[in-house]
Structure formats: C-alpha cells, structure tokens
C-alpha cells in the first residue's frame, strides 16, 4: 500500500482480491479512527463498465488522470500552452505546472530543466527573452508533448 495525504494507490490481480483488500484495509484503518470510503478501481470486467462515472471515466489521482477503462496515467498538459516570448521564469512556470510527486513525469520535464540550467550558465535574467537556440528547444520540447 502505498499512501500519500488522504490517497491509497496500489494493486491488486482480480475481483476478489480487491474485495479482500478494501475488507482489510477498513479493519485495519479503523482502529485508528479512519473511515475509508471512496473508492475507485479499473474494471477487467466488461460488465462492470456501467458503474463507471460518466464524465469521462477517469479520475485525479495525485496530479495524474487515471483511465479506469485502460487503467492508464495521463498528465493534463493544456497548461503549458502558451504564445509569449520564451523567457527562464516561462520554462520554470511551464514546468512546474505539471503537478506529480510522484515523479512518473521526470522523462518529460528534464529536458526544460536542463535549459534553465543553461539559462544560469547564461547569466540570462527572469524576464529576458532567451537565446533562439534555447527558445527553439522549448518549443520543441511543448510540441512534442
């Protein structure tokens, strides 16, 4: 089990097992004064498809959406677009509006934070428009998401 504030993220194999592991969970959680409730879990059953939420059938799980149909994570990226000049405090913003302690999105936003890291070498200010080599790059970068 895996807890962060008021989320429990894990995994079970089938039906059953989930049933047992939300039984436990409540025993155990209990003595300490904890009620559990709320719980979501993907489908492997076709017949429970209907139970599903009908506003898109996913959910926010720790800054991520979770697809309960494919039982996939998805960042919501419709934050990083944007038109102004490319800027050092524009990288550092774009990038920190991708929400995951986790860090399942650390293959994604190294690539700009190896440019602000460039833009410190630079001794370039906040809000100076960046060097076309590295503007370019973080264009690059937005486009390929």
Known sequence: MSFYVDN?????NDH???EKFIEESKTVLSTAKFELRGWEHSYSDLEFYDLLPPEGKSISVLGLRWHLKTDSLTID???VEDD???TKRKILS???KIFDP???TCHVTL????LLQECWKLKVSWDTELPAFISKKFERWRKEL
Request: one cysteine or more; hydrophobic letters at 40%.
């Open 8 to 12: 429990c993220v894990t995994s079970v």
């Open 16 to 18: 059953e097992e989930l």
């Open 77 to 79: 990226l419709r934050c």
């Open 84 to 86: 102004a000049p490319v």
């Open 94 to 96: 774009t990038v920190h």
């Open 102 to 104: 986790l860090g399942f």
């Open 111 to 114: 690539g700009p934070k190896v």
